[in-house]
């Protein structure tokens, strides 16, 4: 038996799929394909924390770029006034400090929410039959990765010239 894909609840061996606790062989499988389905509001929501996360860079970027004028205005206009030119300075240089770990959280949080997309995936099938959803994915990256899984194993079982062709055929957008 050959594992193609394996995570906690999805696995496609080249004898079956295991979607949570059901077992599907794949012999069973007449006809695969794939299709967008509608978001859920958390889906549609990572859009939105995108957006919300680039106006706060921007916004931190333009405050931080203040407190450097700011500073060097003070440092140009009161010569003598070191106690003033050293406290804002202090604060622009602990600002610049904890901005580093904050911009790599915000860009990793963009990072990971890009890496998922803003979509929900299905696989379906027919089996003996009867049409039915087998995954339902709103990560973009762990969806392809279970649907090549899957066509990989399809073309590798007996017959898989078929399978595959209707594979191909099978998707709403022609790939």
């Known amino acids: 038996m050959i594992v193609y894909y ?20 794949l012999a069973r499988l007449q006809y695969v394909w794939h299709r967008e389905g509608v978001a859920e509001p958390a889906v ?35 010569a003598a006034g070191a106690g003033r030119v050293l ?14 770990p ?14 998922q997309g803003h979509q929900v995936h299905e696989i379906c099938a027919v089996i003996d039959g009867v049409e039915r959803r087998l995954i339902r994915i709103a990560d973009t990256h762990r969806f392809g990765k279970i649907y090549r899984a899957l066509e990989r194993a399809l073309e590798d079982t007996e017959g898989g010239a078929l399978e595959a062709a209707e594979f191909a055929q099978g998707s709403e957008d022609g790939t």
Request: proline share 2%; no cysteine.
């Open 6 to 25: 394996r995570d906690r609840h999805v696995q496609v061996t080249s004898e079956a799929l295991h979607v949570g606790e059901s077992r599907i062989p």
């Open 44 to 78: 549609r929501l990572r859009r939105t924390q995108r957006g919300v996360i680039g106006f706060a860079l921007i916004v931190g970027a333009l405050l931080a770029l203040i407190g450097v004028l700011y500073v060097f205005a003070g440092v140009v206009g009161q």
């Open 87 to 100: 406290l804002p300075l202090a604060g622009v240089v602990a600002l610049i400090g904890f901005a580093g």
């Open 102 to 115: 904050l911009l790599e959280m915000a860009l990793h949080r963009v990072d990971h929410s890009v890496d």
